[in-house]
């Protein structure tokens, strides 16, 4: 949007925010003049307390559910008292602003136009306060999501530097295991050759033996038995 190229990243979320809110203070100060023109039968004090009342309640739902819905959400309990608080200031404002208005200019109690210029001005003045107030006090923004956005990064690098020391650990481990199976495979061979070279040193005795053991003479023939016999 042409907009959003002529603000600024950083401060688009802000003027989303002010347009918002003046949107609904114009619902509100519309209501709240009409309001004001129909109960002015009952007097300017009276007609700019009922009016502003209405409008307070218009005002608390379309800025706690449109306005500022991005904003941290606390419990009613304790926003609506902060919001009507605040709001009885505000309309202090407007009340002295209207009594100074008829003071000042001399308005008849039944000059209703002039009632509702006046009024109008103080509604102005009164919407700069709560605007302030509200995003302060009432409408907080989210601060516990910014701390953990911060934490993001540290909690990553207590992830990083775990996983690092782990890795280190498992060489470690698998280094002495190696080791451990390289001793144990050359002590197999080397009890292997000893057993081979015993059996062999066996073999070369038995043979030696065999060698050295006198022949045993040939049983006699039939022929020398016969020339035996004969002598």
Request: hydrophobic share 50%.
């Amino acid at each position: 949007m042409p907009l959003n190229r002529l603000i600024p990243e950083r401060h688009r979320g802000l003027v989303k925010e002010l347009l918002t809110f003046g949107t609904v203070g114009a619902i509100n100060t519309a209501l709240g003049q009409v309001l004001f023109i129909v109960f002015f039968g009952l007097g300017w004090l009276a007609s700019s307390v009922i009016s502003t009342a209405i409008a307070t309640v218009c005002s608390f739902t379309l800025n706690r559910h449109v306005t500022y819905r991005h904003r941290l959400r606390t419990s009613l309990r304790r926003e609506l008292p902060l919001f009507i608080g605040l709001n009885l200031v505000g309309l202090g404002i407007q009340v002295g602003i209207l009594d100074g208005a008829r003071r000042i200019f001399d308005i008849a109690s039944s000059d209703k136009v002039e009632f509702s210029i006046a009024r109008f001005g103080g509604v102005i003045v009164g919407t700069i306060f709560l605007l302030l107030t509200y995003r302060t006090f009432v409408f907080k923004a989210k601060k516990p999501e910014i701390a953990a956005v911060v934490e993001v990064p540290v909690q990553a690098h207590r992830t990083m530097s775990d996983a690092v020391e782990f890795a280190e650990l498992t060489e470690q481990l698998e280094a002495e295991f190696d080791a451990a199976g390289d001793s144990a495979a050359s002590d197999s061979a080397a009890s292997h050759g000893a057993e081979s070279e015993g059996a062999a040193d066996e073999g070369a005795a038995a043979d030696a033996t065999r060698l050295a053991a006198p022949a045993r003479p040939a049983p006699p023939t039939a022929a020398q038995r016969a020339i035996t016999g004969a002598v």
